[in-house]
T-cell receptor, first 112, second 115 residues
C-alpha cells in the first residue's frame, strides 16, 4: 500500500518568513496530493491540492510543488502570519479510488 | 463541497460499554470514511463505508470492535464496542466530493474519553 512520509515534524518560523513542508510517497500510481490544515480542536480542512498532471499550483501565499519522478511534493507558505500556526498534513491517493494516506503531520508555529 | 454533521461532539464513557457515532452529509456520497486521530497524531483510517455493502476495514481494525452501518447515501454510524481506555481518541467521519471526487471533507469529530 501507499506510504507517505512527512517532515519536519515541527517547524518554527518568524512572522513574515517562509515555511516549507515536504512529503514523499511510495506508490507511483498515486495522482492526487492534498494538503490539510488542522487548527487545535478543529477538523482538518483542505488548503490546497495538486494532481499529477501539474507540477506547481499557487493560491495567494500558499503553493504546492510536485516532482513525480522523485515522488515528492512540498507545501510552501510565504509571508507567514501567526494565524498560519496549525498542524499541516499531506496526503496521497488515487483519484476516485477512495482512501487517502496521510503523512504524520507538521506542527507549524509562527512567532510574532 | 460537503457539509458534515457528526454527533456526539464528545463523550465520556465507562470501560466495557459501547458508543455509536453518527455522521450525516448534506448530499449523496458513494463512500464515507471513518478515521481515528489520537492526540498529537495523524489520521488513521479505520474503514470505508459503502452503501449497500459491508464496510471495508483497514489492517488492525475489525468489524466486531468497530461495527459500521451505512443505511443510505447520506448517513453512516460507527460504533466503538466494549471500550477500553486505549479507545480514547478523536473519531472523524469524512466524505469525498469535489471535481475529481477526491477532495475530502471532515466532520467536526467526536472526542471520546474512556474511563
Amino acid at each position: 500500500g501507499e506510504n507517505v512520509e512527512q517532515h519536519p515534524s515541527t517547524l518554527s518560523v518568524q512572522e513574515g518568513d517562509s515555511a516549507v513542508i515536504k512529503c514523499t510517497y511510495s506508490d507511483s500510481a498515486s495522482n492526487y496530493f492534498p494538503w490539510y490544515k488542522q487548527e487545535l480542536g478543529k477538523r482538518p480542512q483542505l488548503i490546497i491540492d495538486i494532481r499529477s498532471n501539474v507540477g506547481e499550483k499557487k493560491d495567494q501565499r500558499i503553493a504546492v510543488t510536485l516532482n513525480k519522478t522523485a515522488k515528492h511534493f512540498s507545501l510552501h507558505i510565504t509571508e507567514t502570519q501567526p494565524e498560519d500556526s496549525a498542524v499541516y498534513f499531506c496526503a496521497a491517493s488515487k483519484s476516485n479510488a477512495g482512501k487517502s494516506t496521510f503523512g504524520d503531520g507538521t506542527t507549524l508555529t509562527v512567532k510574532p | 463541497s460537503a457539509v458534515i454533521s457528526q454527533k456526539p461532539s464528545r463523550d465520556i464513557c465507562q470501560r466495557g460499554t459501547s458508543l455509536t457515532i453518527q455522521c450525516q452529509v448534506d448530499s449523496q456520497v458513494t463512500m464515507m470514511f471513518w478515521y481515528r486521530q489520537q492526540p498529537g497524531q495523524s489520521l488513521t483510517l479505520i474503514a470505508t463505508a459503502n452503501q449497500g455493502s459491508e464496510a471495508t476495514y483497514e489492517s488492525g481494525f475489525v468489524i466486531d470492535k468497530f461495527p459500521i452501518s451505512r443505511p443510505n447515501l447520506t448517513f453512516s454510524t460507527l460504533t466503538v464496542s466494549n471500550m477500553s481506555p486505549e479507545d480514547s481518541s478523536i473519531y472523524l467521519c469524512s466524505v469525498e466530493s469535489g471535481t475529481g471526487g477526491d477532495i475530502q471533507y471532515f466532520g467536526a469529530g467526536t472526542r471520546l474519553s474512556v474511563l
